[in-house]
T-cell receptor, first 111, second 114 residues
Framework: EDKVVQSPLSLVVHEGDTVTLNCSYEVTNFRSLLWYKQEKKAPTFLFMLTSSGIEKKSGRLSSILDKKELSSILNITATQTGDSAIYLCAVINTGGFKTIFGAGTRLFVKA | DVKVTQSSRYLVKRTGEKVFLECVQDMDHENMFWYRQDPGLGLRLIYFSYDVKMKEKGDIPEGYSVSREKKERFSLILESASTNQTSMYLC?????????????FGQGTRLTVV
């Protein structure tokens, strides 16, 4: 059964800290991995990682895909209170239309 | 600015009621999805549609049905609501190819069944 596992489930840090969120997957016919940020509303897209683009960076956020280890990490440097959110990892396979989501990591950044 | 709109942010319904959750997107996307989100379980796919009048079951379709009469609108129907359907429901849309494209989400409907 395809699955995506995120860790930790929740995390509390101080402003300015650097955090690393983990995502591992067991998916047949992997195609791509996506990271989303969900605050109080809809998840918003952060990154997409495929075999041809295994590292992405945007400002203080960066993500790496390790196809050998079947995992990805999302790094946030110099965290701010506005980074407080649930971070969702999702994997798309080539077998169909499905996107398999992890349970998410709830990040809380204290001022 | 892309937009996926769900008709209600919060709903409270009684057990046994028929419940309609509506989702509209203005991006001319072919694909639309309904997920439910529960703590510790992440997003789970209920149904999706890749064209008007086409629908496919996701991972947890039991107790739900869907309707896609127009390209921009995808409705989720709870035929007879039960307390275990209390959850956050999220609608999403994307354009083909489904693989390797991001999905745009609505704001979610928090449904409570009492």
């Amino acid at each position: 059964e395809d699955k995506v596992v995120q860790s930790p489930l929740s995390l509390v840090v101080h402003e300015g800290d650097t955090v690393t969120l983990n995502c591992s997957y067991e998916v047949t016919n992997f195609r791509s991995l996506l990271w989303y940020k969900q605050e109080k509303k809809a998840p918003t897209f952060l990154f997409m990682l495929t075999s041809s683009g295994i590292e992405k960076k945007s400002g203080r956020l960066s993500s790496i895909l390790d196809k050998k280890e079947l995992s990805s990490i999302l790094n946030i440097t110099a965290t701010q209170t506005g980074d407080s959110a649930i971070y969702l990892c999702a994997v798309i396979n080539t077998g169909g239309f499905k996107t398999i989501f992890g349970a998410g990591t709830r990040l809380f950044v204290k001022a | 600015d892309v937009k996926v709109t769900q008709s209600s942010r919060y709903l409270v319904k009684r057990t046994g009621e028929k419940v309609f959750l509506e989702c509209v997107q203005d991006m001319d996307h072919e694909n639309m999805f309904w997920y439910r989100q529960d703590p510790g379980l992440g997003l789970r796919l209920i149904y999706f549609s890749y064209d008007v009048k086409m629908k496919e079951k996701g991972d947890i379709p039991e107790g739900y049905s869907v309707s896609r009469e127009k390209k921009e609108r995808f409705s989720l129907i709870l035929e007879s609501a039960s307390t275990n359907q209390t959850s956050m429901y999220l609608c999403a849309s994307s354009s083909p190819p489904v693989m390797n494209t991001e999905a745009f989400f609505g704001q979610g409907t928090r449904l409570t069944v009492v």
